[in-house]
């Protein structure tokens, strides 16, 4: 070898390393910034072209001033009617808040229930208090306590936002460290050895601050949208999916080391080759998955497709490049104090994987045969989960103020009041349509905006705006319905041109746009991972077979996760978007162990035929591809530190449908029907004639 070329072989790993070193240090604190450049504000993750988002732009001609309303309650503390001086006091104390930080406006007066025993108001916040509306809040509710003889509870968007901060806070901490710590654990018990765990997580930890750097200059630029939601599952995809590809390269490379006795740069040429192939592809399916996301009409949905692509690709660089330079410079020590050895070799396998591989060997049908009945038994409650939303009282996991407020709201008023529908009409038809929102069953009152102060309802370039008051809770499913029903009322009415909106019609277009969403996507995703396994394993029949075994998986998943919420967690829903986020992780992820599986069976194939190179190739890989994905399982089981549903929810799907892919899809019922159907299964691939 030339001296230029060795020089450069022993410089490269260093420098590469140095670099690395650099992006860590120097980007690792975004992955504590992302917060500064997230927005938790969930009027900007509408459907584009929903009914209830054209209300909610034409509702700004109508606002004097922009304003995040927080409603107020007065209940009296023994729980019996309310004193007579109440509504006074309750208004006097709303009335001490005008002019005061953080407020605009004129806060309403108070307002008695029917049944004499609560109040309500309403005071304006500006919607800009970012960090400073814990303290208006705080301010606020020191005020309206002021009432003698009552009890007051923060209720509305104001209180609501307050909450989901207090959700997401620590995010960037408590989730990153939960995470890591679960993977390090896992990784010095599975693999007892000191310094591999070490370099696998200083290798997820370096992608992750590289992603999060480039994300937040792009937030930072309006390029891209973060929320806490997205903040999150963008940290725990990066750890396992960069752990998971570190798995395998670390495996590989242990195992060409002890096929080269220890020569240390081709053994990593060899790894490298071997193992760039099925990394490039897994990540592809998993980022190309999350960018079909940008086909959704849900701007959350939309935001979480580049954010995670670019979080997948900084796993990727981090894998190819830090993990190899630290891998060529510690060779066996980095197994320490195990001792690399080959793994396909029928007596230095682990024991366990022999004995699954032989069981696959000696009676495929059988395996297949049973491994398919237990799926199909628990995709067939796959149907019963419903995913129409989650009312209030179930968004948050653990107590809310906000909630505790909406539930003694709906005690003593109607279940939407202070929560309306909004109704936008031609000022020329607000009698007809106002006579036909009231004929609507499931409406209480329908009231014409009118400014404080002003005699008469406000008019906007002939527009007007009516107030309806919901019977039923405004999150409830009911009230979707009643919403459903005023839109084919009022669109009837001649020259009325009304549109409805409103907190409910904007959670019912949610709903309504996340089916169509799952009807686009899920057809995409999949013909993108098709073509991507076509393109790596040179063949028709294995891809179709690897995406429908794969998809079972997500509908056993669901089926089983279905019976926990209702009956275990006590969840009577799932976020709408809970199954598409489901399919796009448990889809992409899964075929990643397939991509695994089936690259190294056809390498063993080519060499030994395909009843062998299946046996070979499922007690090499099964040890790593087992690891990684208790791994992935766990990082994702991280997500439910957060005290949302949406998370604890995704959480469960992934975690699980992980676990099941890896245990029983692809240890068992992959390799017994590729087993079971022969060479043919690598057609038209010319390896079907391998004997």
Known sequence: MSTPARWVRRLLPPLVLVVWLAVGGGLGPYAGKLGEVATNDQAAFLPRSAESTRVLQAQEAFRQEESLPVLVVWTARDGGPLAPGAQAAATRALASLDGTEGVVGAPSPAIPSEDGKALRGVVPLRPDLGDALPDVLAATDAAVSAVPGTEAWLGGPAATQA??????????????????????TILLLVYRSVLLPLLIITSAVFALGLACAVVYVLADHDLVRVDGQVQGILSI????????????????????????????????RAALRQSFGPIVASAATVALGLLALLLSDL??????????AIGIACAVLSTVTFLPAALVLLGRAAYWPARPKATTDAETAHPAWRKVAALV??????????????LLACAAFSFTLDSKGVPLDEIFVNEAPSVAAQARLSEHFPGGAGNPAVVITDAS?????????EAVDGVASATPYTPPGAPHPLVVDGRVRLDVTLKAAADSDAAKETV???????????????LVGGTTAQQYDTQVTAARDRGLIVPVVLAIILVILIGLLRSLLLPVLLVATVALNLLATLGVSALVFEHVLGFTGTDSAVPLYGFVFLVALGVDYNIF??????????????????RRGLVATGGVITSAGVVLAATFAALGVIPLAFLVQIAFIVAFGVLLDTLIVRSLLVPALVRDIGPTVWWPSTLRHRP
């Open 163 to 184: 909450d989901l901060r207090d959700a997401f806070a620590g995010i960037d901490g408590l989730l990153l460290v939960v995470a890591l710590v679960t993977v390090l």
């Open 299 to 308: 701007t959350n949905n939309r935001a979480l497709g580049p954010v995670g």
């Open 597 to 614: 599986l089936m690259s190294r069976v056809r390498e063993e194939t080519q060499l030994h035929g395909t009843r062998e190179g299946l």
């Open 237 to 268: 995809l990066v750890i396992g999916a960069a752990t998971d590809y570190a798995l395998l390269l670390a495996a590989r490379y242990r195992e060409e080391l002890g096929a080269r006795d220890g020569a240390r740069v081709p053994a990593l």
């Open 361 to 374: 060997d000696r009676a495929p049908r059988k395996v297949w045969a049973a491994s398919l009945a237990a």
């Open 429 to 437: 038809a607000e009698h007809q349509v106002r006579t036909a929102v």
């Open 484 to 498: 459903a029903a005023l839109r084919a009322a009022l669109h009837a009415v001649p020259g009325a041109d009304a």
